[in-house]
């Protein structure tokens, strides 16, 4: 697996990382056992990226994260998680004595002193533009209670504003077949800065990985039930935005380019890794084959996949079937 500089740190991460809401909440119900299996599978295939947040499953997903790597001293994980939501998303809430109490509470799930990276977890846009918001993160820093910080993001201006902060070492957002606009200005900046991307949502809440029909159902606890139209948080986190019978048209085309042997999740991951400016792609897994297969993604950028020409179809489908409804949104 091809690691990656982390931003201006010393660290280094996969190509293709970890995302673990699914270990939390809102994908319907993971084992403590199924969470340990898939994430020893993954560090296997060289993951050395796991993405949580304080409120996946309340903290479950740092706890279980926590207790697994409690477990390998001397591991190279980096462990990437985010606060910020565990009140409402309000800028006045965003104070130095709540990333305190935030940031403690992650430490004490995950069981380290230094939290090695903590992002901001889609804060409103004032919160991203204040320069007192980096002003408390750096005093975290200084304090040795967090490594580094970045900022997930909901849009492309959001990410601009914060890839422009002197001390960002990552920013997250959405980029995959369906969300396109990141290539027009944000890699760009983030490369000419320095800062790290990941690629959150690669797989469009499993849209992308072509298993969906127009029969399919999701369990009512599963955000793809009931956040479809924005219901809970904001719509382009659940199929990136995208609906789902145009979303279901849109995968049928892009996996009938694909040559045999190669699957349109491998394909699409190995694609979003592939573009200049993206450290690391976070697609979640809630079973050890998932994991498994998109670990294994990477390797098809030394295949003889043809990446380049698969990235004309993207843009060919995207432009056709979803540019106008999706690009001026997000």
Not at 66 to 94: C, S
Not at 160 to 173: D, E, F, G, S
Not at 182 to 200: E, G, N, T, W, Y
Request: glycine share 8%.
């Amino acid at each position: 697996m091809d690691q990656r500089a982390l931003g201006r740190t010393e660290r280094k991460v996969s190509a293709i990382g970890l995302g673990t809401w699914q270990l939390g909440a809102d994908w319907g119900a993971v084992s403590a056992e199924d969470a340990s299996a898939l994430m020893a599978a993954s560090v296997e295939r060289g993951v050395t990226l796991f993405d949580t947040a304080d409120v996946y499953g309340d903290g479950r997903s740092e706890s279980l994260i926590g207790w697994f790597l409690e477990g390998r001293p001397g591991h190279d994980i980096t462990v990437a998680t985010k606060m910020g939501r565990r009140m409402p998303q309000e800028p006045e809430n965003y104070t130095p004595e709540n990333f305190r109490a935030w940031t403690d509470r992650s430490r004490q799930n995950l069981r380290v002193e230094t939290l090695d990276l903590v992002q901001l977890h889609c804060p409103p846009t004032a919160v991203i533009e204040d320069a007192a918001t980096y002003d408390a993160l750096d005093a975290l820093v200084d304090e040795g209670v967090i490594a580094a910080y970045g900022v997930s993001v909901e849009t492309c201006e959001q990410a601009l504003a914060a890839i422009a902060r002197p001390n960002v070492t990552n920013v997250q957002i959405i980029f995959n077949p369906f969300r396109l606009k990141p290539l027009d200005a944000v890699l760009p900046a983030a490369a000419a800065a320095k800062v790290s991307i990941f690629a959150r949502v690669p797989l469009a809440s499993g849209l992308l990985s072509g298993k969906y029909s127009s029969a399919t159902t999701f369990a009512e606890s599963d955000h793809r039930t009931y956040n479809r139209q924005g219901e809970a948080f904001d719509r382009g986190e659940t199929f990136s935005g995208v609906e789902f019978d145009t979303g279901l048209a849109a995968v049928a085309e892009l996996a009938t380019a694909l040559p045999d042997g190669v699957s349109l999740p491998a394909a699409t991951l190995a694609w979003i890794v592939s573009q200049p400016g993206v450290t690391s792609a976070i697609p979640g897994a809630r079973s050890v084959a998932q994991a498994t297969t998109n670990a294994d993604a990477e390797a098809l950028l030394g295949s003889g996949f043809d990446v380049s020409a698969f990235g004309a179809v993207i843009r060919d489908v995207y432009d056709r079937r979803l540019r106008e409804a999706i690009h001026p949104l997000w």
